[in-house]
């Protein structure tokens, strides 16, 4: 016997048992095969292949103060979490004070209070904004991690730059967060990450590579710097730069390995070195080890441009 398809308000997201109800299924058929029981209460349309807000609607309306909070509002808007928390597929619910923790199989309640712009909505799903997602990770992860999500959430580049990009928020916006929760947990954290944010790096391991040059006594690399012809015209971008040396630092990724990427990095490397830059290209069994070779690969293209910073020796 074939069985009755769900109503369509049931069918694209998961939902309450009081929603089943109030939309005339019988106990029998919400239990059925094709779905889901994942919590007390909760079901989940297995054929629909939910991901994603829809598959985590229910445990907001089940409860009109829960907001999806932590690792999950972080994952759920892709910020970049280290490898230990990718894993992490609980859900993480926050709910006002003054009200029981949730508690639920697979779901972590606190008790938080949230300021006004700092829960949004993500596709019919209550959510923290990414800002305050931001200062939530702060128990999580190191200052160094943190600095890594801030500078995925500032990120911008300009109408010039091959692949613009608009910032998903200001550091404004991290700076009045943390002032609204001084005395939360983690929030003297999320202060000395602050200090390190910086508007440009378009991935985990710029960030990475720009702390780690800080760290060990290198100048402070530019973000966002373009290079140019004489006529003006943009032709190069490097991932970090030094202008007072010329010397440009370019990341190469996984895709980098391609056929064609590997003609445009060296088409890019050419146009570098005719505007009289030196290329360093830094791939990552660079950044590995305790004392990362990219250190050596960098002070020495800066001191033979010229840099005589007396810094710590790097080799």
């Not at 760290?215 to 006529?231: A, S, W």
């Not at 943009?234 to 010397?247: E, G, H, N, Q, S």
């Not at 950044?287 to 293209?301: E, H, N, T």
């Amino acid at each position: 016997m074939q069985r009755k398809p769900l109503p369509p308000e049931l069918a694209g997201g998961s939902f309450t048992a009081l929603q089943a109800r109030d939309a005339g299924l019988s106990r029998s058929r919400s239990r059925a095969r094709d779905v889901a029981v994942v919590s007390r209460g909760i079901r989940v349309p297995l054929e629909a292949g939910l991901r994603g807000p829809a598959a985590l609607l229910a445990y907001t309306a089940d409860d009109p103060g829960a907001v999806v909070m932590d690792l999950t509002a972080a994952q759920l808007t892709g910020l970049p979490l280290p490898r230990r928390h990718q894993g992490d597929w609980r859900v993480h619910l926050g709910r006002p004070r003054g009200r029981n923790r949730a508690r639920r199989l697979n779901v972590v309640g606190r008790m938080m209070t949230f300021r006004v712009g700092e829960v949004v909505m993500l596709d019919g799903l209550r959510i923290t904004s990414p800002w305050r997602t931001w200062l939530d990770l702060a128990l999580r992860l190191s200052v160094d991690e943190l600095v890594v999500v801030g500078d995925h959430l500032v990120c911008e580049h300009g109408p010039e730059a091959p692949v613009p990009r608009r910032a998903i928020c200001t550091v404004a916006d991290l700076e009045r967060t943390v002032v609204a929760h001084a005395g939360m947990r983690g929030v003297k954290k999320a202060r000395a990450a602050l200090d390190r944010i910086r508007v440009g790096a378009d991935s985990p391991q710029e960030t990475t590579l720009r702390l780690l040059l800080v760290d060990h006594g290198f100048p402070e690399p530019h973000l966002n710097h373009v290079l140019r012809r004489r006529d003006g015209k943009a032709v190069v971008w490097p991932d970090l730069a030094y202008p007072d040396f010329r010397v440009s630092i370019q990341y190469d990724g996984g895709h980098h390995g391609s056929p064609g990427q590997y003609t445009r990095d060296i088409r890019r490397q050419a146009l570098t070195e005719e505007l009289g830059w030196r290329e360093v290209r830094v791939g990552k069994e660079d950044l590995d080890g305790f004392f990362p070779r990219v250190l050596q690969k960098i002070r020495r293209a800066l001191v033979q441009a010229g840099w005589s910073d007396g810094a710590r020796e790097a080799s």
